[in-house]
DNA sequence: TATAACAATGAACTAATATTCACTTTTACT
DNA sequence: AGTAAAAGTGAATATTAGTTCATTGTTATA
């Protein structure tokens, strides 16, 4: 006998594998899923091409788990922040409002998890990126609805619909080409959404907007 | 002097243009766009691979054709019969409807047109096709807003909502894996996509909603 | 019918990359 | 040290289409 993995090994593969995602990451950021090339990210990490394969049994297998980092260490729903009050509306605007912030801070990146092509095995992971904040909107709703601020509805139609209505939305200053959109305008725009939102979903909706008639 | 190119010959062009579009299209529907290839093309239409760059400078040439042809025969709001009623509330229900008895009736080619990965030359036309969506919606918003029908509201993005929430609601029937949706399932669908956004648009929103509180 | 211009053809060419693999280096254990 | 097992390497391979182009076929005039 002679050689078996140890601590010590192990600990190195795992940081190979880190290396490896962590440069694939970077370049998502820069250029999007659809420019990674094997060969850049062995430059970038200072890794073989062979080695990216003892890591990853394909192109695809990589960056599916790329995508599921990034999407889950920079556009995720932190329930501890929308939790601040336990009223519901409360709660859909803390949510759209941190869904903005967090978009926005990082425009590329928000480009390539919502909009960019990417391979089908990719896309699976981008279904399951945006089930997962219409699971938090659709608890959001059915919250509201037991508090009697919502209007009977069905949650998960509703939560999709949100999910559409901010998809969509952050195309406006995203396409913002490569400049940023204006404070103000953000502001705005944020404001209109959650605005919208509520309108469709809780009684009264927006309360503003009736004063202004 | 010998040859001058006369209508029958130009004729002769144009059927030929039509054939490469026409099988163009039939794969599309069979396949989406990212299982087109060239000879594939070639074989369906009948010319040879060569030919088709007599009629497109590129592939991307090419699709983007189709994808235009597409959109606008099989996907497009037709404003007659929207404008059947001049009540705004009536003109949404009604585009609504509309789009999505055209979705479901050909459920591969909308997942093409909607959300397959297409080459960014092709995604350009998704935004006008969606644009043209919203400038619809935009125009009755307007006029219900005029009408004191609608809230006061940015029509624009209330437009880019509506467009959004369609995006999305329609990967409910879509994703209703190679089987069809029960008619009742998309009935309900359609209606509770028409209430969402009523609700978020117009005054009382959706009047039967409240009845049953 | 001769011929100039164009259309049609499809095998060959290209280009871009993902993936492999024979070889080297490192590791862990006797 | 000796060695078995695994990790690391990167040039070579494989694949997959899109695109070209030399050749052949067709059309319209003189």
Redesign the pocket.
């Known amino acids: 006998?002679?050689?078996?993995?140890?601590?010590?090994?192990r600990a190195?593969?795992a940081?190979?594998r880190h290396k490896l995602l962590s440069a694939a990451e970077q370049l998502v950021r820069e250029q999007g899923f659809g420019?990674?090339?094997?060969?850049?990210?062995?430059n970038k990490s200072?890794?073989?091409?062979?080695?990216?394969?003892?890591?990853?049994?394909?192109?695809?297998?990589?960056l599916e788990q790329v995508y599921k980092d990034l999407a889950s260490n920079n556009l995720t729903l932190d329930s501890k922040q929308i939790l601040v009050s336990d009223n519901a509306k409360e709660q859909l605007s803390a949510a759209l409002e941190q869904f903005f912030s967090q978009a926005l801070m990082a425009d590329k990146l928000s480009y390539a998890l919502f909009y960019e092509a990417i391979p089908p095995a990719v896309e699976t992971q981008r279904q399951a990126f945006k089930a997962n904040y219409a699971r938090t909107f659709s608890q959001i709703i059915k919250q509201g609805m037991s508090q009697q601020l919502f209007l009977t509805q069905e949650p998960e139609l509703s939560a999709n619909a949100v999910v559409g209505i901010l998809t969509e939305s952050l195309l406006i200053p995203l396409n913002w080409q490569h400049q940023q959109m204006p404070t103000f305008e953000r502001i705005k725009l944020i404001q209109q959404c959650q605005q919208f939102c509520l309108r469709a979903i809780s009684y009264n909706g927006d309360e503003t907007s009736f004063f202004e008639h």
């Open positions: 006998m002679a050689y078996r993995p140890t601590d010590k090994t190195h593969m940081a190979q420019k990674l090339t094997i060969t850049k990210l062995a200072g890794l073989a091409v062979g080695s990216v394969y003892k890591h990853f049994k394909s192109k695809d297998d990589l």
